[in-house]
């Protein structure tokens, strides 16, 4: 996902083209976990009651995350590549929190 200090690298087409699409949020599967990956935090997704994760950058690394949720900004993670499958089963180690009206805990 492009990120907001992308914005001269968006209009370069030899770096468009270096990519498949450009999202801000994208919804994946990751053996059978429903994975939630968005440029911004955000406190509220899909399916979160029913053990989904969602993955995050954009707050570098001042934002603290709760529930099943993991910021994976490049300043958290040492610039280095992470694997999805762990990120998920980092998070899934992790209570679900429900902040808002939808499902039971």
């Known amino acids: 996902n492009w990120g907001n200090h992308d914005i001269k690298l968006r209009k370069r087409e030899d ?3 270096l990519f498949l699409d450009h999202l801000e949020r994208r919804r994946l599967r990751v053996n059978n976990t429903l ?21 995050y950058g954009h707050v570098h690394d001042s934002y603290f995350h709760y529930g099943r949720s993991m ?4 300043e958290n993670i040492a610039y280095t590549p992470l694997n999805i499958e762990w990120c998920v089963q980092e998070c899934l180690k992790k209570d679900v929190v429900l902040v808002d009206h939808h499902g039971e805990q």
Not at 40 to 55: A, C, N, Q, T
Not at 71 to 74: H, L, R
């Open 15 to 17: 770096m468009r083209s």
């Open 35 to 55: 994975v939630v990956m968005d440029h911004y935090p955000i406190s509220s997704w899909e399916d979160m009651g029913d053990g989904s994760v969602h993955l």
């Open 71 to 74: 910021n994976i900004c490049v």
